[in-house]
């Protein structure tokens, strides 16, 4: 017997999982625009009647009934609608084992085709009470992503797999995340000088450990507002802030929008 396995594949399989901030089924009017801002999600948009056109600084690309848009996650991204747009739509995130999503990187629209029969049929499925038919529609999404990954040969911007020193950070930190871990708190648990992780996480991620601290407690923060039901003074407990009004200041300075002005953002359909 020959045996051949691959040890990183259960761990990345099973901390891979696409997570559905919103979706909806919608049918639009002339109230569908906004100008370009970056998203923390990406957005699915399944068409299957109408027309309508999203854009950003650099590029635009017209909806129309037969395809599937995506339109990732730290993109600028606006929409508007020449007439109608009717369309199964879905926010999504894939967070990396290092903390970042998967999409981070993918810096342009893009469209494959999908029939209109197929989209009905998960309109179906997602406006469903049923179990199962929420399995199926999941599957589907999945498949979506992957197909777009395929069809444009996209590679993560972000490493995979990091050195010892620097794997035993990451995971300390993300099991202790808060606004009060220090990079000294790090070095400590990893036997190394500031200064050597410090250059190792510059290395490895291309940014200081105390830079990869603040990066993760502010993705942790968006994904707490998008993915959960907390309020904005309870994140800011469990995130170890000292109030929250400290957390909405530094939030905002992080992300040009308040915490509050944030979550609303992931009902736009």
Not at 111 to 120: A, F, K, V
Not at 156 to 173: C, L, Q
Not at 239 to 249: E, H, I, K, W
Request: hydrophobic fraction near 35%.
């Amino acid at each position: 017997m020959k045996l051949s396995q691959q040890p990183l594949f259960p761990i990345n399989a099973s901390k891979s999982n696409i997570s559905i901030a919103a979706g909806g089924f919608v049918i639009t009017d002339e109230r569908w625009h906004r100008e370009p801002v970056s998203d923390p999600f990406s957005r699915l948009y399944y068409v299957t009647d109408g027309s309508g056109v999203i854009y950003s600084d650099t590029e635009s690309m017209k909806l129309e009934p037969g395809y599937v848009y995506l339109a990732p996650c730290g993109s600028k991204f606006g929409h508007y609608g020449t007439d109608s747009v009717e369309k199964l739509y879905f926010h999504i995130g894939m967070i990396l084992p290092n903390g970042y999503d998967f999409l981070d990187g993918f810096d342009h629209f893009s469209r494959l085709p999908w029939p209109i029969e197929h989209t009905q049929k998960m309109t179906k499925w997602y406006l469903s009470d049923d179990f199962t038919d929420h399995l199926l529609l999941k599957g589907e999404i999945d498949r979506t992503v992957m197909a777009f990954v395929e069809a444009e040969k996209y590679t993560p911007i972000h490493r995979m797999k990091y050195s010892a020193s620097v794997t035993n950070a990451i995971n300390f930190i993300r099991k202790n995340l808060s606004a009060s871990l220090s990079v000294q708190d790090v070095a400590d648990h990893t036997l190394c000088s500031r200064g050597r992780l410090s250059s190792a996480f510059k290395e490895e991620l291309g940014q200081s450990t105390a830079r990869y601290i603040e990066n993760l407690l502010m993705i942790r923060a968006q994904t707490m507002l998008l993915y959960t039901d907390y309020t904005i003074g309870e994140i800011s407990t469990l995130l170890g802030f000292c109030d929250q009004f400290y957390f909405s200041r530094r939030f905002k300075q992080y992300f040009s929008l308040s915490p509050k002005e944030y979550r609303k953002r992931k009902e736009e359909p």
